[in-house]
């Protein structure tokens, strides 16, 4: 028998840069492994309410008894933690493991904990992002979780795209307001994850009532063939409340418990 060759220190190098990413997908999938279930809420438009609608859905489930976390991947605008008013970052042990802030029950992880302020332009490209997602699945302890809630960045660019992607998400809930060019956007996205091969939850319309009446997000559904998940009303509420409208409002509490019920039979379905 021949004695095995012994490597060059190039193949050397090689070698261990193969295993150093072996070890950070393991790592990765470890991570996802612990997770049932990953819904992204998305737009293409800004300003719909995806960071409101994900917060209290989190807050909802979270409510109803299931262990939640939301991880806040809008890059550009990373609104979570001022919506949920934590400013504290995640700690960070000796093993270089972060552990998740908890508000109202919810586990929370945002790029803007890594932000120097909170005003700050954060400019990422597809690889800056794909790397940094990657960093927070093996760095953070989420524990065992039901549901992560993902806030996806709007657009049907490389950011949301990147983000799609890399978490492998298990469905989404798309966020319309009754206007036509908000509908009209909502379609683009419902039309891109569908392009990717990935699940839509359903289409949830937000800001319903008032000037712009309402109607546009079930008739996007319909359109779709989709699902609609429910309507949340426009309120003062939303604005500048100290804690999720949900917690705040036993009116907004049910249009969320009856979104929380159908997202939570599609997610069971959808693995
Ligand atoms: N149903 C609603 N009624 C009243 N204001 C709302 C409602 N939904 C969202 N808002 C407000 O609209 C603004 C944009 O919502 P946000 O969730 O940040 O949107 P996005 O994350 O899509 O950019 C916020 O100031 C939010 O408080
Ligand atoms: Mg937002």
């Given at each position: ?57 989190a807050v909802?489930?979270a ?5 939640v976390?939301i ?32 508000r109202f029950g919810v586990k ?164």
């Open positions: 028998m021949t004695s095995p060759r012994k490597l060059s220190p190039q193949e050397e190098a090689r070698l261990a840069q193969v295993r150093k990413q072996f070890q950070e997908r393991k790592a990765i999938s470890d991570q996802l492994g612990r997770i049932k279930n990953r819904i992204g809420v998305y737009s293409g438009k800004g300003g719909v309410g995806k960071t409101t609608v994900a917060v209290n859905l909802m489930l409510q109803e008894g299931a262990n976390a991880f806040d991947c809008d890059i550009d605008c990373p609104n979570v933690t001022r919506v949920l008013r934590i400013s504290e970052s995640p700690r960070h042990d000796d093993e270089g493991r972060f552990h998740p802030s908890s929370v992880m945002s790029m803007s904990f890594f932000q120097e302020k909170e005003d700050e332009a954060i400019i990422w490209r597809g690889p800056m992002i794909h790397n940094a997602i990657n960093q927070f699945l093996q760095m953070t302890e989420w524990g065992d979780l039901d549901y992560m809630i993902v806030d996806l960045p709007p657009g049907t660019s490389d950011a949301p795209l990147t983000v799609m992607q890399t978490l492998n998400l298990d469905g989404f809930v798309v966020v319309t307001t009754p206007q036509e060019l908000a509908a009209l956007d909502a379609k683009r996205s419902i039309n891109m994850i569908k392009k990717m091969n990935l699940n839509v939850f359903g289409v949830v319309e937000n800001m319903s009532g008032g000037i712009f009446g309402t109607g546009a997000g079930e008739e996007l559904a319909d359109e779709m063939s989709l699902p609609f998940l429910g309507k949340v009303t426009m309120r003062e509420v939303y604005v500048d409340p100290q804690q999720p409208a949900v917690l705040e409002s036993g009116e907004v509490a049910d249009e969320f418990s009856e979104i929380a019920l159908k997202v939570r039979q599609l997610a069971q379905s959808a693995v």
